[in-house]
């Protein structure tokens, strides 16, 4: 976290906007001209960046003020108490063409019932793919409506450009916490008189760091905006992938950040691996080479990992090395169903560009380590590790890969996926070395749907996944050049805080008399999942032995939708605690679901049909050359830094270079 | 987390209990033969414990087998291979006598509906105050019915015993999260973009660590069992100060194990200071001198205080330097309505003793800092930041610390006392060093009572006296000497899922409704309690300049009463969120709470009236000698013996001495 020394510059953006809240006229904005990076920016040194400027005029609402929207704004750089300059001169490019549009919110939520939007008239302009060079504090000044001044203090970090690591591997457990970290380690691990008797490997991690997520103009974030602020330094807006959030209709020319695969791979020639166990365009695995102010727009994401970016000029991408994961209907052939871009079928298109398209486990297994390669092995979301492991029925639905309506029976684990991604990698890289991030997508997605059961079984198997990339990596002879980060992009606000005693729960009538069945302090007892049997105490794979004991977990969410809920495993696959069930939107608890339970009325809006994000801080755990860099408390955008500077990607060639 | 390589017996005695969960006929104890300490425990060498033998005979339910409790059961040590020898040639002491009692339990919910409890005839004996010196593994074994055995093995953690740090300053915020602390974070420092401008003292600190709180029978703890895992390096029992749980009646005859506080004062004379916003003689505080099963023995624990345990040969104890707090009613003489041990005057007893008497905060702050005190504020828990700072009519309560029924309106804070106490220990300690204790008590209070704002106001203020002990051990000279710990004993299951439009929430007049108050993601906005006004920047005191901002924090547990929640701040004191209308025992939503709110039902028994601790690993913040101790994922014990390890406390003399 840093500390500007030029304090008067938020203050005084600060004042005037404590009125818009739960919607924002634009939320790094609050003054009518805006500038893009924003106030409070930092820079890794040679980052390619876009500046957006915008000059509002509101023309109702509170802050109406009869003006046009002004044409004639003046933009320039300064560095240090050095000499203001022009961005056009700063920069050594052309003026560009001034923009127009219009766009409407509403100030609160009175004046969204009423049906009154406050429409707000815009001129603009885009400066691309520049970039600062030299360490050290920048002024950035739009001048507009004669007189008025935005100023954005901006930081190039004066970090070494000496690189410390060959390889980096970023695993992502989506939305965990501590909190569910604990509880895993409670079902999986067997604990006598207090001791647990074997660790997560988690746990075995040297450096323990926690990450902030509050948001550029949000303190709750979604999974784009955090990945965006991981992989790029720069926090931005949710549903972000890449940019900053300007207030024109196109998704896709908003100010864009450059990313850590993009950086490294055009200063280094250093290889990229994406995996995750969502569908392979969703916002964490997107983030890495997406630019778009939309992360819905997933055929284009698709094509952007391909091609980079295209509609302006950009860095050299050329695709990553592995890419792993679901997400088959923005590949296959729209004639079978699917949603591509510009209707091309991409696996064709991989395929053309060299990469091996590999659509189950054993072609992942039996898969070169000499070529690039597409794994894509379901339709939608991955299967869940209890699914592949235990309710193996459920796997039963019409998503393979091929378009073709049979089922994806023979779908990978992120284990698998991450092994083969590190084999390739480390086969193809030679001395440029890595970035591999590996994602544990569905601990978010489970607990989106209070399926806590399926929620950390996926947070089981990312540390089964992290045990054996440090055993992968030994073998491998690369594990003392491999920094190894641990983290996860937002929290969910769940814990556990006792035991259920199931049977008794399903034995009673009365919602009050089950509340009898929670046990608590000393009557939660221990773990069942993983102190039943003669579980032996070794240091092998951990996974619950029974997920479905008379006495569970006492656990989940504080935010959710109706539901009834009876604290048990979901054995016909994830759960779906809420439906739709009249002709309005309003969303009541599954009948289906939760059977002998207890019906809790929810505290979500009622149009919500799942668990949203927290704000908590999440942990991080380090290991590995720079691994020092991540211990205490700091902000998620300090580890794209720490990253950053781990690789050596600092370039301070020099103003205008 | 130590892995035993005597694994067998752990797993020995695993098998067979997954029976008993909401109750346990004795939880570290499966079998019929229990030794205490159990199996899997750790000692600081030199320290002292007490050892007891049970063997229990079923008389009724599914253990019994018709058999009579053994009275010829033996009892042996064996260190590493070496020869088992009885325990009274081990320890050179006279064999104990034989002692009996029975006790009942119920083996589940059904059998407490049903009123049929499982009785146990038990035979005992009991080894008082003795202690293992060589580090090492040893084996201790209880054979008994014709030669079944119960064998323990117990680690002497081979610790180097040279100090390290001349004073230890260990902070507790009791219940802290890091959700907590995130959330205390957003409402008391001013963010712009994504960035806060200040720093939170905690977030400055160099080393973090995580600590399981699974206690030894239950995973969820309270704050008894974990105060004394945290002082002592022994899990315990719910309820349990300083002792293992034994089945007897008597409080006060379960065996012991010395504290951290009771060790550094009989092995260097160093002195201890204990400070609590809560009754002095709760648990937290408690576990550093009192010995019992039952953490409600309120006037024995202020008894142990001042002359340490009485009842069996211990340690030297002569009472704390500094003792702080909250509580006056186990002090003050039972005529004017005080419930004291033997019916005693204890502010006489302690000024007997030498103390001075503090019962202000004005006394507070000119107290001599050359002799020892006692400050007690209050009757019951002391006032909160909220009410002494913001809402300080709520003062004006019967609860003068001299009953003599006067309001208490000159209470100080947690940075008063703790500041003061650093005055009189550094004063009076010399070259022996200090041991501080200062918790932030109504962090866990508030919690349990659903008022997250004074909660918050807590940890601030925690936050805040953190900040200023490190400024006052600069001014003396005496940070580089002094190792400072900031941790939790255990969670409650709180987090923050966006914010709440309160104006909204109150216009609506349908519960569904009034959840469209609720904002999510981008929705949540940007913080309305530090982010209003022209705050400076500075890295001075940090607290809410609105604590009553429109938009406010949808915050909350996981596991509630019954209540209506409206997301405000409680004006008029600290909240209650269900009370009993009936006349039954069942609590329903408080009709004078949460006005405007939404009802919301709860999901703990109806009998509970308040919410419940969670889980979660708690952080620990370390700074100054050792600080490296406390980096990484560890079990709560560890904690004990790392503080031990920093004080040189360990004492290899050989066996028997």
């Known amino acids: 976290m840093r500390i500007s020394k030029s304090l008067a510059v938020g203050v005084a953006i600060v004042v005037g906007v404590s009125h818009a809240q739960t919607f924002q006229r634009l939320g790094t904005c609050p003054t009518l001209g805006c500038v893009f990076p924003p106030d409070q920016t930092d820079f890794l040194a040679g980052q390619y960046f876009d500046i957006r400027l915008e000059v509002h005029a509101p023309i109702n609402g509170s802050e109406a003020n009869g003006k046009q929207p002004d044409e004639k704004f003046t933009f320039t750089i300064a560095k240090e108490k050095g000499k203001a300059e022009p961005a056009t001169t700063y920069f050594s490019i052309a003026e560009p063409k001034l923009e127009r549009w219009n766009f409407s919110w509403y100030e609160d939520l009175f004046a969204k019932e009423a049906g009154k939007p406050s429409i707000v008239n815009v001129t603009s302009k885009a400066y691309r793919r520049v970039a600062l060079y030299e360490p050290g504090e920048y002024t950035a000044t739009l001048t507009y409506n004669n007189g008025s001044t935005t100023k954005a203090s901006w930081l190039v970090r004066d970090l070494q450009e000496v690189r410390k690591a060959k ?9 965990m916490t501590t909190n569910m970290i604990t509880a895993a380690r409670l079902i999986a691990h067997k604990a006598i008189n207090g001791r647990y008797q074997t660790k997560m490997q988690m746990d075995q991690f040297p450096i323990l760091g926690h990450q902030m997520t509050h948001s550029i103009d949000s303190f709750i974030t979604d999974s784009a905006n955090s990945a965006t602020a991981l992989y790029t330094g720069h926090k931005s807006t949710v549903n972000c992938l890449g940019v900053y959030a300007d207030s024109s209709k196109d998704p896709f020319d908003d100010p864009k950040v450059e990313t850590i695969a993009e950086m490294f791979h055009r200063l280094t020639g250093g290889l990229v691996g994406i995996v995750s166990t969502a569908f392979i365009a969703d916002a964490t695995p997107a983030a890495l080479t997406a630019h ?53 079928d991409y696996y064709s298109e991989f395929s053309k560009a060299g990469y091996q398209v590999l659509w189950n486990k054993t072609s992942l297994a039996k898969a070169s380590n000499d070529s690039r390669a597409l794994g894509i092995f379901t339709v939608s979301n991955m ?46 890289s030679g001395d440029k070395g890595f970035f591999l991030m590996s994602e544990a997508a569905s601990i978010d997605k489970m607990m989106h749907v209070l399926d806590y059961d399926r929620a950390l079984g996926e947070l089981l198997e990312l540390d089964d996944t992290i045990k054996a990339t440090i055993a992968k990596l030994k073998s491998l002879n690369k594990f003392k050049e491999t920094l190894i980060i641990v983290t996860a992009d937002h929290g969910h606000g ?43 105490y070794s240091e092998g794979v951990h996974f619950p032995s029974n997920w479905d004991p008379r006495y569970t977990l006492f656990q989940g969410l504080m935010a959710d ?48 049909d799942q668990g949203v994000h927290s704000l908590t801080d999440v942990p991080v755990f380090a290991m590995g050359p720079c691994q020092e860099l991540f211990g205490g408390v700091y902000n998620s955008i300090d580890i794209f830094f720490s990253m950053a500077e781990c690789f050596g990607l600092a370039r301070g060639k020099g103003h205008g270079q």
């Not at 860095?315 to 592995?322: I, Q």
């Not at 049977?503 to 929670?518: E, G, H, P, S, T």
């Open 167 to 175: 390889n980096i591997i970023m695993f992502i457990g989506d939305g």
């Open 292 to 344: 778009t102010r939309d992360r819905g727009q997933y055929g284009a994401v698709v094509d952007s990992f391909l091609h980079g970016i295209t509609n302006y000029t950009w860095t050299n991408w050329t695709g990553p090395d592995v890419l792993f994961g679901g997400g088959a209907e923005q590949f296959y052939d729209p004639k079978l169903g699917g949603k591509t871009y510009l209707n091309k």
């Open 383 to 428: 299967a869940k590790w209890l699914d592949r492991n235990v309710y193996k029925s459920n796997l039963n639905q019409s998503l393979s890969p091929s378009g073709d309506k049979t089922a994806a029976l023979d779908q990978p684990g992120l284990k698998d996926m991450t092994l083969k991604a590190i084999d390739i990698l480390a086969k193809r």
């Open 494 to 536: 769940f814990d556990v805080m006792g035991s259920v005693d199931t049977k008794y729960l399903a034995a009673q009538n009365v919602d009050r008399k089950k509340r009898d069945a929670v046990g608590t302090y000393q009557n939660s007892g221990l773990s069942q999942y993983a102190n039943t049997g003669n579980l032996t």
């Open 561 to 608: 939708p109706d539901r009834r809920e009876n604290w048990s495993v979901h054995k016909d696959g994830p759960r779906v605690p809420a439906v739709n069930i009249t002709p309005s939107a309003d969303f009541y608890a599954n009948p289906k679901d939760g059977a002998g339970g207890i019906l809790l009325n929810g505290t979500l809006p009622v149009g919500d």
